[in-house]
């Protein structure tokens, strides 16, 4: 036909389309975070901020919203408490490493402390003039903290007496983020919005940085990585690793995703024993819905998920076993791996080892005649200890002082007549402000009289004499009245001023002999 006509063109068979396969990623790492099945959670109202776990088990996850810190269960996925004893916008939050405190900042530049369990605030640090966006325990010591805020210092504080111990000067914008050395509790890294990133060490006197790298672009979060000698560090859309040991080296940058990086974390693959010890990844959120696994040690992507919406945060649990993320229209993701018996397989996979079955041991019940003579044939062998539980008796005293009844512990420590244990007595009552009202309430004369024959005996003796010569001063002002009413509380009063007027002219006789012996001694130091 087409040969008859030739205006007309050539007729070809009809072939099917061409359709696009798709490539579905099939690895056993993907399997493994495919795994933590994400469980959207919508009871927040607002962007979170910040999640962070607790480092003991259960390993219960806290997230910051708005004015409130939200403590969920990491086995339910539920809220299990919610601390709202914030006036302004709530941030950073983190878990001492005991699990029984949290500390979080605000934008009212106040960092406060709360116990876990009764959501009682126990501490306010004050010291920041503008927003706090950073507040982090050490990995071990529960004593200290550090904060950064929107006014470019960077605080490390002592929360028992609720003091600054340093002010580090060095950032020159916002700080917002930071992380402790997981080799030292001296050492802690922080980010800023100057694009660098400084590490201190509390140790160094001049209170200036140890090492400072420039990230390029402004620092939204930087974590140590587990060996300590490495961070990493995320501002705009790229993740980046530097040497820490090597003096700040830039190691390899990171540049996946389409917006800026939010947060970034460190989890684990592989099996917890044996010779495939598990492998480090470094999980990242970004602004462009996507989360990211990257192998720092093979320097590639290994895995990547899309969210539909930003998000914000990112923390998975110690034990690898809970992921949480955070979106910015108050959305949590949280997700839980499978059961050990699945995962066991998709591991065993992974680092090309099929899962071992285990027979079936033979549980020993009551109604078996071994179970009542199980052990008793068992020989002790050259490792074991005896562990002695012994029960601790409290004196009279610590029984009183457990009681808070501070005047009746007082007169009981007074009566058994040990100069160690009054002091302690002392100083317990010291520390909790009730010695002066506690002598105050001395009521009859013979309680007095025991105060008062002890400060005779033991108020000149150097070891004790800081805290009884003031004490002596304070009783004699305060209890002045019953003194002159009374002859026996008179001649403790004189007994007193004998040890004092002995105690001089001892202290004189010392001076004089000092004058004469320092020229001799300079003397014979020239020969």
């Not at 969920?72 to 699990?99: H, M, V, W, Y």
């Not at 009542?372 to 610590?398: C, T, W, Y």
Request: aromatic share 6%; hydrophobic share 35%.
């Amino acid at each position: 036909m087409a040969e008859n006509h030739p205006g007309i063109g050539k007729i070809f068979s009809v072939k099917p389309k061409l359709k696009p396969i798709s490539k579905k990623s099939t690895t056993p790492e993907s399997k493994y975070w495919k795994s933590f099945k994400p469980q959207p959670i919508q009871t927040l109202i607002s962007s979170i901020t910040s999640l962070c776990f607790s480092p003991t088990s259960p390993h219960d996850f806290a997230a910051t919203h708005s004015a409130t810190v939200t403590i969920f269960s990491s086995q339910s996925l539920e809220p299990k408490s919610t601390i709202s004893a914030f006036s302004d916008t709530a941030t950073s939050a983190s878990f001492r490493s005991d699990g029984r405190l949290i500390a979080a900042g605000s934008h009212s530049g106040i960092v406060q402390v709360f116990d876990v369990k009764t959501r009682t605030s126990l501490r306010h640090l004050r010291g920041h003039s503008r927003p706090v966006h950073l507040v982090r325990y050490p990995r071990i010591d529960k004593l200290h903290l550090f904060s950064g805020g929107d006014d470019a210092v960077v605080k490390f504080w002592d929360v028992a007496s609720e003091t600054q111990i340093l002010g580090l000067i060095g950032h020159k914008d916002y700080v917002r983020c930071g992380d402790s050395s997981p080799s030292s509790d001296d050492m802690f890294a922080t980010g800023s919005y100057d694009h660098t990133i400084r590490l201190w060490d509390v140790r160094v006197s001049s209170g200036s940085s140890v090492m400072e790298v420039n990230h390029g672009k402004p620092v939204e979060d930087v974590i140590f990585l587990p060996s300590g000698g490495l961070i990493a560090t995320a501002g705009g859309n790229s993740v980046k690793i530097w040497d820490v040991i090597g003096g700040g080296k830039l190691l390899y940058s990171m540049e996946s995703h389409n917006k800026t990086v939010a947060s970034i974390c460190v989890g684990k693959i592989g099996k917890q024993t044996g010779e495939e010890a598990q492998q480090d990844r470094i999980l990242s959120v970004s602004l462009d819905g996507y989360m990211k696994v990257f192998d720092y040690s093979k320097l590639k992507i290994t895995h990547s998920m899309r969210f539909p919406s930003p998000l914000l945060s990112i923390g998975i649990s110690p034990d690898c076993s809970t992921r949480v993320i955070g979106t910015s229209n108050g959305i949590i993701y949280a997700g839980k791996r499978k059961t050990n018996q699945n995962l066991g397989s998709e591991i065993g996979n992974f680092v090309g080892l099929e899962p071992i079955k285990e027979a079936p041991k033979r549980v020993l019940r009551p109604s078996y005649f071994r179970y009542f003579h199980r052990g008793q044939n068992e020989k002790p062998s050259d490792g074991d200890f005896l562990i002695m539980r012994k029960k601790v008796k409290l004196a009279e005293h610590d029984k009183l002082l457990k009681k808070f009844n501070h005047k009746e512990a007082l007169v009981s420590a007074l009566k058994r007549k040990n100069p160690e244990n009054i002091m302690a007595v002392m100083e317990e009552l010291v520390a909790r402000k009730k010695l002066l009202r506690s002598v105050s309430n001395l009521e009859t004369d013979e309680e007095l009289g025991l105060l008062l024959g002890f400060l005779q005996r033991y108020s000149t003796m150097p070891r004790y004499a800081g805290l009884l010569m003031k004490l002596a001063k304070k009783v004699v002002e305060m209890r002045a009245e019953d003194v002159v009413t009374s002859d026996v509380l008179k001649g403790h009063i004189r007994n007193i001023q004998r040890s004092v007027e002995e105690e001089i002219r001892i202290q004189q006789s010392l001076q004089e002999i000092q004058g004469i012996i320092s020229p001799l001694l300079k003397i014979a130091g020239r020969r």
